[in-house]
């Protein structure tokens, strides 16, 4: 009798401890795994529209500074939307810029003190130098900053953001990263209503005798930013005419750049505007009933950085490679 509870005794400590001895095994397999995966951080900066990183530990956004009437102003710190518009339609004097190298490369060395790697995603090179200079300024950092030109702005710009969080995420390295966004890059399109030329006119992109013209026949152009390039890519005589131009540039797409894309369903479109969310929304509705295959993810203001050169009342419809 006395044996057979030393035996259960026995039976029940090997169990304790091979249960102990396993979890502890498993611990330091986790904790092995956890020392050799690259810690990642992901910067942008708020011409990707990410207002609120709540949720992910590794996204950090860079503010883009303007020059309002010779004062210095900061996207999302000291400028709001309201107060950019505000300042736009009393015709203040406005000029974008770009982050200082100072500014910059203090950012990646803190970011650093937390994180192996650090992706810069900043804006398109083909609208503004701020990504190059970055470019010039990571060639200091020993291959620990990753700077990717995927020619993305706003809506699209925020996908690769998103894309690039969640590579991260499953461990992959920031050249892994990089690689993946400039593969990719040329996988998004915008098309872009803009109502006035009245802006283009003062940034020097249209001449005053086009937007004079424009005006007096009430042309609404639609632009284009497909890779590095803003081009013209039509004219209408009013939004609904747009609106229709501009959803059957994204079922052209569908059917040729993007067919494979989306025939895989790793596509998506995305509504942006300049302080016109009321008409955003509705046009969210119409390209849904237009486009029914195709989920909206977002419908979003379109960065400051291009709508100092557009105005308020824009419109726009993003097509872009979705997150896999």
């Given at each position: 009798?006395?044996?057979?509870i030393?035996?259960?005794?026995?039976?029940?400590?090997?169990?304790?401890?091979?249960?102990?001895?396993?979890?502890t095994?498993?611990?330091?397999?986790?904790?092995?795994?956890?020392v050799?995966?690259?810690?990642?951080?992901i910067?942008?900066?708020?011409?990707?529209?990410?207002?609120?990183?709540?949720?992910y530990?590794?996204?950090?956004?860079?503010?883009?500074?303007?020059?309002?009437?010779?004062?210095?102003?900061?996207?999302?710190i000291?400028?709001?939307?309201?107060?950019?518009?505000?300042?736009?339609?009393?015709?203040?004097?406005?000029?974008?810029?770009?982050?200082?190298?100072?500014?910059?490369?203090?950012?990646?060395?803190?970011?650093?003190?937390?994180?192996?790697?650090?992706?810069?995603?900043?804006?398109?090179?083909?609208?503004?130098?701020?990504?190059?200079?970055?470019?010039?300024?990571?060639?200091?950092?020993?291959n620990?900053?990753?700077?990717?030109?995927?020619?993305?702005i706003?809506?699209t710009?925020?996908?690769?953001v998103?894309?690039?969080?969640?590579?991260?995420?499953?461990?992959?390295?920031g050249a892994?990263?990089?690689?993946?966004?400039?593969?990719t890059?040329?996988?998004?399109?915008?098309?872009?209503?803009?109502?006035?030329l009245?802006?283009?006119?003062?940034?020097?992109?249209?001449?005053?005798?086009?937007?004079?013209?424009?005006?007096?026949?009430?042309?609404?152009?639609?632009?284009?930013?497909?890779?590095?390039?803003?081009?013209?890519?039509?004219?209408?005589?009013?939004?609904?005419?747009?609106?229709?131009?501009?959803?059957?540039?994204?079922?052209?797409?569908?059917?040729t750049?993007?067919?494979?894309l989306?025939?895989?369903?790793?596509?998506?479109?995305?509504?942006?505007?300049?302080?016109?969310?009321?008409?955003?929304?509705k046009?969210?509705?119409?390209v849904?009933?237009?486009?029914?295959?195709?989920?909206?993810?977002?419908?979003?203001?379109?960065?400051?950085?291009?709508?100092?050169?557009?105005?308020?009342?824009?419109?726009?419809?993003?097509?872009?490679?979705?997150?896999?």
């Amino acid at each position: 009798m006395c044996e057979k509870i030393l035996m259960k005794i026995y039976v029940k400590l090997f169990d304790f401890f091979y249960e102990k001895s396993y979890n502890t095994l498993y611990f330091f397999i986790h904790l092995k795994n956890e020392v050799e995966m690259s810690k990642v951080a992901i910067l942008t900066d708020s011409n990707a529209g990410i207002t609120n990183t709540t949720g992910y530990e590794n996204l950090f956004i860079v503010p883009m500074p303007f020059i309002i009437d010779d004062k210095e102003y900061f996207e999302d710190i000291n400028l709001t939307q309201d107060e950019f518009y505000e300042k736009l339609k009393h015709d203040a004097d406005i000029h974008t810029s770009q982050p200082s190298y100072g500014e910059v490369t203090e950012l990646w060395k803190k970011l650093l003190n937390d994180f192996d790697e650090v992706v810069y995603i900043p804006m398109s090179s083909g609208l503004s130098s701020s990504c190059n200079s970055a470019i010039g300024f990571a060639q200091e950092f020993d291959n620990k900053v990753f700077v990717v030109n995927n020619q993305r702005i706003s809506v699209t710009q925020k996908l690769s953001v998103y894309e690039a969080l969640d590579m991260a995420s499953k461990g992959k390295s920031g050249a892994e990263i990089k690689d993946y966004l400039e593969k990719t890059k040329m996988d998004a399109s915008i098309y872009i209503m803009v109502p006035t030329l009245k802006y283009l006119k003062k940034g020097g992109r249209v001449t005053p005798t086009a937007a004079a013209l424009a005006k007096l026949f009430s042309i609404k152009p639609i632009l284009q930013i497909q890779g590095e390039k803003l081009d013209s890519f039509a004219k209408v005589i009013n939004l609904n005419q747009a609106k229709q131009k501009m959803i059957n540039a994204v079922k052209s797409d569908i059917e040729t750049r993007f067919k494979t894309l989306f025939e895989e369903g790793k596509l998506c479109v995305n509504i942006a505007h300049t302080q016109n969310e009321a008409e955003a929304l509705k046009f969210k509705e119409e390209v849904e009933k237009a486009l029914p295959n195709l989920p909206v993810k977002f419908v979003d203001p379109l960065s400051l950085s291009v709508s100092c050169h557009i105005g308020p009342g824009s419109l726009a419809i993003a097509v872009c490679r979705a997150k896999e």
